[in-house]
T-cell receptor, first 113, second 117 residues
Framework: SQQGEEDPQALSIQEGENATMNCSYK?????LQWYRQNSGRGLVHLIL?????REKHSGRLRVTLDTSKKSSSLLITASRAADTASYFC?????????????FGTGTRLKVLA | GAVVSQHPSRVICKSGTSVKIECRSL??????MFWYRQFPKQSLMLMAT?????????EQGVEKDKFLINHASLTLSTLTVTSAHPEDSSFYIC?????????????FGNGTRLTVT
């Protein structure tokens, strides 16, 4: 079964607005990563946050992690039309012992120009 | 750096034939690669973990004899869909770590769109 679930499933905003996506997972993790996927392409890594970190920034991206709630959020500020893509969180379950990442259900973001 | 090349990007085959998909790490060595399957507008489902020089580890529900994985070198893993049927039509993606640490990003190929007619 999926380790992570994301909401919303789809999000449509105007250019310049902020976009927030949430990821919830089920078991303790080593770290959590966020990826972006343009339609019909592979995934591109955005940011990795370790289980002992609470917040991380990279350019217009801000990621938070709350291990007590087993949740993470990805904030994209000042969105652009080029940010239109699907965004996935990926977790590495601590108990798996195999370091394999399980991907969330994804959020399809559409930024309108 | 850390480029993963996946080939072919698209393939159409007839039912009953086999299709091989290649995943290459171009500028790094990948002892471990992962194979995923993705249905339209859905997430990636991990199919198997490919380990160089040893047998692949398949996820529950994935048929080993149907999806043959070979990881014969540190830069190449292949997925062969044997006796393909229309229900095998999907988007297949491979990934690999760019370093030996599991706390590192995964690098993905651009995927292969398989259509079985």
């Amino acid at each position: 079964s999926q380790q992570g679930e994301e909401d919303p499933q789809a999000l449509s905003i105007q250019e310049g607005e902020n976009a927030t996506m949430n990821c919830s997972y089920k078991t303790s993790i080593n770290n959590l990563q966020w990826y972006r996927q343009n339609s019909g392409r592979g995934l591109v890594h955005l940011i990795l946050i370790r289980s002992n970190e609470r917040e991380k920034h990279s350019g217009r991206l801000r990621v938070t992690l709350d291990t007590s709630k087993k949740s993470s959020s990805l904030l994209i500020t000042a969105s652009r039309a080029a940010d239109t893509a699907s965004y996935f969180c990926a977790t590495d379950p601590l108990a798996s012992g195999t370091y394999k990442y399980i991907f969330g259900t994804g959020t399809r973001l559409k930024v309108l120009a | 750096g850390a480029v993963v090349s996946q080939h072919p990007s698209r393939v159409i085959c007839k039912s009953g034939t086999s299709v091989k998909i290649e995943c290459r790490s171009l500028d790094f060595q990948a002892t471990t690669m992962f194979w995923y399957r993705q249905f339209p507008k859905q997430s990636l489902m991990l199919m198997a973990t490919s380990n160089e020089g040893s047998k692949a580890t398949y996820e529950q529900g994935v048929e080993k004899d149907k999806f043959l994985i070979n990881h014969a070198s540190l830069t190449l893993s292949t997925l062969t869909v044997t006796s393909a049927h229309p229900e095998d039509s999907s988007f297949y993606i491979c990934s690999a770590w760019g370093s030996s640490s599991y706390n590192s990003p995964l690098h993905f190929g651009n995927g292969t769109r398989l259509t079985v007619t």
